[in-house]
Each structure stands twice: as C-alpha cells, then as structure tokens.
C-alpha cells in the first residue's frame, strides 16, 4: 500500500448520520492490483465525556475510575472505523463483516480528564479461501505521545461459500484454571453497548433483526466480551496489572442472548503472561466463544 495520506476531521463520526451509507455500500468484485483507501481518518483534541466512561465502566464492570478503560478507547476509534470502510475506494459493504480478532498494545494509561488525538487507517487485504481478511489500525495519542495501539482483523466472506472455521487447533487443558467466573448476560445487553460504542449492528440488537442476517438470536458485541474480561483480569490479579501490556483475543462461535457464560483465566509459566476464555455451555459441551492472551511489556 501507499504511504497513507493524513486527513483531519473536526469531530467523530456520528452514527445515525452514517446508516444511509451504510446501507447504501455494495460490494466491489475485489482484485489485488485495484486501488485501495490510503487515507489515515484524524481526529485532535478528543475530550472525553464524563457520562459516558461511567456508563462504560458500569456496563463492564470496571473499578479503577482513574483510569480510562483500553476498551473505551476503542469506542472512540470505532466511527472512524466505519469511516474508513464507507470510503469510495474500500472494496466491501459493512454489512456482513465479521470482527474476528483483536489486539491493543497500551503503553501509558489514561486518565478521564485527558485530551486524545485518534486516528485510524486500513492495514491491508488478504484473499483466504472462506473470503477476504483485512486489518483496520488506530492509533491514540496524549500530548503527541503514543499511549495506545489496536489492530483489528475482520472477514468478508466470498460469495457462494460454505461456512467453516477459520481455524480449528486443538482444544487445551482448562480444568487446572483457576478463578472461574460466571456471568449472566441480559438480552438488553447488545442495545446498552451499542449506546456506549457507537456500534448498532443489528445482529446485536433483536432477535428479529439478528434473523433478518442469518442468526439465530442476536449476538453478544465480541468488543464488550473482550473489555468485560480486561476487567475481571485487573480485578483478579494478585498484584497491580503494569500500564504496559498487550491484549490479543480470537473471537470464535458468536455467543446468543440472553446466556450465562464462564470467564476462565490461567498464567503462563514460561512468559510474563496471562491466558483466559469465555465459554458457555451448550448440552453438557463447552463452547468456547473468545480467547485470549495478557501479556506485560517493558516499559
């Protein structure tokens, strides 16, 4: 790709200005010579409303008010996302991406009262077999200083393509972890992250509209998954969880509402590094629905 080109927006996107959009974007037929988005979405001088990190925070159970939660920062960065996809040269509709992965390096926390500058730009498109792979990156700022990266891989299926896992590696050993937590989820839950995040998909809203695309009842937000076990990792660890970190989950078998999941977390001998998931349970079969890895940087 080319050296991306730097282009500054007054303020976030607003959803309900972008749906017309995002109802209206077909897909292109994707070649690999075509051109691609080379524009890196800014935003400066973000100031973060009080109301909504307490929303957040209570919705994910976060305790550490004096820290802004990484997946807040991911809201924030969210609407450029979407900028980003409805861009004339972006090859796929928004409808029907699929979020399968996600990783944030943090290398300073934030604090409420901070101003951030934000900016978002496309990593790059993969032909698999099942579709089209492509990574969205967004970088925050505070002062002019890098205080936290994300990398987020998406799946655009091709058409008249059965549907099969990305990957199926081996399940592993997790009756040794220790610390399991369950966690009844609600089925407002999908409307009351979608207030937080920005993200209205309808495949996290009502069943009805999770039908109208395929599913069987609407599915929980895999980002709000991800963000409520950041938390209980903080709050379970025995000794303060370092301002440098990295964050890496695969989301793996959408999870309906309303459910009652487990949250599993173990540490990893040989690494600075903590391993967790999330599962249900589904006829006597655990069905795991993310995965993930902490792990402490150097400062």
Known sequence: MSHPSDVYLSH???????IPAILCKSNKVFDKKQVLPTDRYWVKNI????????????????SHREIVHPGFLHTLGFPLQLKLMLHKDFPFSIMGVVHIAN???QYKTVHPTSSLDVCCTLGGIKQLKI???FTIETEFFVKQQRVMYARHQYLRRGHNITKS??????????????????WPLKTTLGWQYARCSQDYNPIHLHPFSAKLLG???HIVHGMW??????SALNDSSMKKIPSALSCEVEFKKPLLLPNSVVFQQRTIPSETAIEFRITSNDNQQTIEHMTGKLEFLEN
Do not use: M, V
């Open 165 to 182: 896992k990305i990957r199926s590696p081996h399940e592993s050993d997790w009756s040794c972890a220790g610390n399991d937590e369950s």
């Open 131 to 133: 579709g089209y792979l």
């Open 47 to 62: 100031r973060l409303a009080t109301d909504k990190i307490n929303a957040f925070n209570q919705l994910t159970a976060w």
């Open 103 to 105: 990783k944030i390096e």
């Open 225 to 230: 998954l991800k963000s409520r076990a950041f």
């Open 12 to 18: 976030l996107p607003n959803f309900a200005y972008l």
């Open 215 to 217: 599913f069987k009842q």
